[in-house]
């Protein structure tokens, strides 16, 4: 079982709708990510959070807002998105943001439509 | 600049064979990580192996070894005894220190393992 969890694994949206990824990890870690994978692709950075503070914004489009409410969520809010934003959204943790600290944890991805 | 390759977009092996999937890695920064991850087509990426540029012993984990080369800057990872639940896509990671993080992926490579 994944210790990242993130919900819905599956979101069908129009171009109009407000909608949400969430993700939750309980492993303590201090370091938080988004990544876009669209298909035959590798991820792509979106976003990293670090101790709830943003750390990193990958010059994603304002329609995507991220949000930390605390150490163990990370949300990620969909606005006004276009059919092109039709993608896997993963999203990862870590114990921290040196690259000693190790590996990231994914979740299982949402997979996002955009009609 | 940070770049990971992998010049195989597919292999094939036989089950029960053992195969290399080669990545080599360009950074500048003495101190990074190494990763692998699996993809199954279910999405979600699965933490393989971990090799630290410091580490002077190449990682092993289960049927997973890493074959460092540093000086060829080369991380291949080596699966002994293929099994047909392996067959997903590969990718090799780095992240380097002071990247805040990120995780760096190479594009891939599709292993199939044949009954």
């Known amino acids: 079982d994944t210790e990242v969890t993130q919900t819905p694994k599956h979101l069908v949206m129009g171009m109009t709708n407000k909608k949400s990824l969430k993700c939750e990890q309980h492993?303590?870690?201090?370091?938080m990510y988004w990544y876009k994978q669209k298909a035959k692709k590798p991820p792509e950075l979106m976003f990293v959070?670090?101790?709830?503070?943003?750390?990193i914004n990958e010059s994603v489009p304002s329609r995507f807002s991220p949000e930390c409410p605390n150490s163990s969520l990370l949300n990620l809010h969909l606005h006004a998105l276009q059919p092109e934003d039709s993608a896997l959204y993963l999203c990862?943790?870590?114990?921290?943001?040196?690259?000693?600290?190790?590996?990231?944890?994914f979740g299982e991805g949402s997979r996002l439509t955009v009609l | 600049a940070q770049k990971i390759t992998q010049t195989q977009p597919g292999m094939f092996v036989q089950e029960k064979e053992a195969v290399t999937l080669d990545c080599t890695y360009d950074?500048?920064?003495?101190?990074?990580?190494l990763f692998w991850y699996k993809q199954p087509s279910s999405g979600e990426m699965i933490f393989l192996i971990y090799?630290?540029?410091?580490?002077?012993q190449n990682a092993t984990e289960g049927r997973y070894s890493l074959n460092f080369q540093k000086a060829r800057k080369s991380a291949n990872l080596v699966i002994s005894a293929s099994q047909l639940g392996d067959s997903a896509m590969y990718f090799c990671?780095?992240?380097?220190?002071?990247?805040?993080?990120?995780?760096?992926f190479g594009k891939g490579t599709k292993l199939s393992v044949k009954p």
């Open positions: 990671a780095m992240r380097v220190e002071g990247s805040q993080g990120n995780l760096i």
């Open positions: 959070y670090s101790y709830e503070k943003l750390s």
């Open positions: 950074t500048s920064d003495p101190s990074y990580g």
């Open positions: 090799q630290g540029s410091y580490d002077q």
């Open positions: 492993m303590g870690h201090r370091a």
């Open positions: 990862a943790s870590s114990r921290g943001l040196a690259a000693y600290t190790g590996e990231l944890f």
